[in-house]
């Protein structure tokens, strides 16, 4: 087990790095569609505070050497407020570095594709449902996806015994991020109607 994870912390920080590269040239190819100064602000606050609530609550599973956390709520939050774009980077990175700080980097490049995926999910899917509906649905497969990739990541890696272990965590993480992230969301929303327009 500690193996897989000691070999996948030396590719953490080129991952994050890769990943950055990839956000840069995307923006770079569709600058006639993003105000590019302010999506690159938005997305490195956005990518900040998945990073700062992913480090806030840790809580050790031993099983997998992994942790649960809440950097969930903060993914879907960004991708229901700013879409799959900015959801897709502040999701994996965010949380890619969120495990590089908080002591699990082996974690890093496998988080960076889940969470990333996540992050997309979510906001394209609410992009297409709108309402408290969009949301809910959105938040839900984004949980879905996120659960189910951790699962068949860490079976693959550690067995069943060790990712069954982790699934009630992730399935608590999912919910409360779906809750709470769609919670802020909607009363963000709500408040501010215009915050898409930031981008």
Same mark, same amino acid.
């Given at each position: 087990?500690?193996?897989? !994870?000691?070999?996948?912390?030396?590719?953490?920080?080129?991952?994050l790095a890769v990943a950055t590269a990839?956000?840069?040239?995307?923006?770079?190819?569709?600058?006639?569609?993003?105000?590019?100064?302010?999506?690159?602000?938005?997305?490195?606050?956005?990518?900040? !505070?998945?990073?700062?609530?992913?480090?806030?609550?840790?809580?050790?599973?031993?099983?997998?050497?992994?942790?649960?956390? #809440?950097?969930?709520?903060?993914? /879907?939050?960004?991708? /229901?407020?700013?879409?799959?774009?900015?959801?897709?980077?502040?999701?994996?990175?965010g949380s890619a570095i969120g495990d590089?700080?908080?002591?699990?980097?082996?974690?890093?490049?496998?988080?960076?594709?889940?969470?990333? #995926?996540?992050g997309l999910t979510v906001g394209y #899917?609410?992009?297409?449902?709108?309402?408290?509906?969009?949301?809910?649905?959105?938040?839900?497969?984004?949980?879905?996806?996120?659960?189910?990739?951790?699962?068949?990541?860490?079976?693959?890696?550690?067995?069943?015994?060790?990712?069954?272990?982790?699934?009630?965590?992730?399935?608590?993480?999912?919910?409360?991020? #779906?809750?709470?992230?769609?919670?802020?969301?909607?009363?963000?929303?709500?408040?501010?109607?215009?915050?898409?327009?930031?981008?």
């Open positions: 087990m500690d193996e897989a !994870l000691i070999e996948l912390s030396r590719y953490a920080l080129y991952s990839l956000f840069g040239l995307y923006l770079w190819l569709n600058r006639r569609r993003f105000r590019s100064v302010n999506v690159v602000a938005v997305t490195g606050v956005s990518t900040a !505070l998945v990073a700062v609530a992913t480090r806030a609550i840790n809580i050790p599973v031993p099983a997998t050497n992994g942790y649960i956390n #809440i950097g969930d709520t903060m993914v /879907m939050l960004v991708a /229901m407020l700013f879409g799959p774009v900015v959801g897709a980077f502040a999701g994996g990175v590089v700080i908080s002591g699990y980097p082996g974690w890093a490049p496998i988080t960076l594709i889940i969470k990333g #995926i996540e #899917i609410y992009q297409r449902l709108e309402g408290t509906a969009g949301l809910v649905v959105a938040g839900t497969i984004g949980g879905i996806l996120m659960v189910s990739g951790y699962f068949f990541f860490e079976y693959y890696a550690f067995g069943f015994t060790s990712a069954y272990s982790e699934l009630p965590g992730n399935l608590v993480q999912a919910v409360t991020g #779906i809750i709470v992230g769609t919670g802020l969301a909607k009363a963000i929303k709500k408040r501010y109607p215009d915050v898409e327009s930031l981008l």
